[in-house]
C-alpha cells in the first residue's frame, strides 16, 4: 500500500516557475527521507535534493543551490519541489524517491513514475 505520486510537471519559459508535488502514504509514521531527482535525455539520472521527516532538514545538489526550494506538507503528505529561475538545462523528467526505514529494521525504496518538466529558451 505504499505509494508514491509525482505531479505538476509542465512547460515553461526560460526563468519561470514550477512547483512539482510528491504525494506519499503508507509510511507516514516510518523515518524516511524524501528526494527528487531527475533524468534528461542521453543523461544519467542525478539526485537534486532531499529533505527528511524528522526534522524537515534539506540537502541540495550544488547546481540547484537557491534556485529550487524543497519542503513538506505533513497534513497533505505532500513534498513540493519548488523551482524557480529555470535554465533549459532544467529540462528533465523528475521523479520522487521515498527512503524509509521501516518497524521491521530494513530500508527500502519506493519511487514515483515521475513527471516530466520542459523549459523553453
Known amino acids: 500500500q505504499v505509494q508514491v505520486v509525482e505531479s505538476g510537471g509542465d512547460l515553461v519559459q526560460h526563468g519561470g516557475s514550477l512547483t512539482l508535488s510528491c504525494v506519499t502514504s503508507g509510511f507516514t509514521l516510518d523515518y524516511h527521507t524524501i528526494g527528487w531527482f531527475r533524468q534528461a535525455p542521453g543523461k544519467e539520472r542525478e539526485g537534486v535534493g532531499c529533505i527528511s521527516s524528522s526534522d524537515n532538514r534539506t540537502n541540495y545538489v550544488d547546481s540547484v543551490k537557491g534556485r529550487l526550494t524543497i519542503s513538506r506538507d505533513n497534513a497533505r503528505n505532500t513534498v513540493y519541489l519548488q523551482m524557480n529561475s529555470l535554465k533549459p538545462e532544467d529540462a528533465a523528467v523528475y521523479s520522487c524517491?521515498?527512503?524509509?526505514?521501516?518497524?521491521?529494521?530494513?530500508?527500502?525504496?519506493?519511487w514515483g513514475q515521475g513527471t516530466q518538466v520542459t523549459v523553453s529558451s
Open positions: 524517491n521515498a527512503h524509509v526505514f521501516s518497524s521491521v529494521g530494513r530500508w527500502y525504496d519506493y
